[in-house]
């Protein structure tokens, strides 16, 4: 069942909101867990987040974050986090504008060239995992080509529908590869 237009445009706007609370905060408040102001912005980020997650597919990040869980000991949040941003590349050489809003959001600052706000929302995303201990590989992991590839077929489940590019298996091979 397709959502009504209006309750579409409402998840969007609190999922911006979220966003935007999660660039101001969310790195504030892993350097200073004790900043109560910060924690509360990001469990503000996280309840607007909410249905937006609960009325999507969520995206490849978490199909290829849950393929990982499945052999390695590795939370689904850093799995996401360490996947999202080479997620969101592969995704804007398709849609170079895909995330724009969401780079205005984590910025809090406009752009006027398409493109230039997906590009700062993929270097956010970047500096935020250097800056919050979500390492920028799968190095650790010791991922071996063979799993890399076996990862690449198994990562196809609901939340990959959800992805705005739809992506082969040794495509998603080739992105493990590079990051093992």
Avoid at 52 to 67: D, I, R, V, Y
Wanted: charged share 20%; glycine share 12%.
């Amino acid at each position: 069942m397709d959502l009504p237009t209006c309750i579409v445009k409402f998840i969007k706007q609190r999922m911006l909101e979220g966003i935007a609370l999660a660039g101001k905060y969310l790195k504030r408040a892993y350097v200073k867990p004790d900043d109560i102001e910060a924690r509360e912005g990001v469990a503000l980020s996280a309840l607007c987040g909410g249905p937006a997650l609960a009325n999507s597919e969520l995206g490849a990040a978490h199909g290829l974050g849950m393929a990982l869980n499945a052999h390695y000991p590795v939370s689904h949040g850093e799995a996401v986090g360490i996947l999202i941003p080479y997620v969101m590349e592969i995704n804007a050489e398709a849609q170079p504008w895909l995330y724009d809003q969401v780079g205005e959001a984590l910025t809090r600052r406009p752009y006027s060239k398409k493109g230039d706000g997906t590009k700062a929302a993929i270097d956010f995303i970047k500096d935020l995992n250097a800056n919050t201990g979500i390492p920028s590989d799968l190095k650790s992991l010791n991922v071996t080509e063979e799993l890399a590839q076996k990862m690449g077929s198994e990562c196809f489940g609901g939340s990959m529908g959800g992805n705005p590019v739809q992506v082969e298996a040794s495509g998603w091979t080739a992105l493990y590869n590079r990051l093992r």
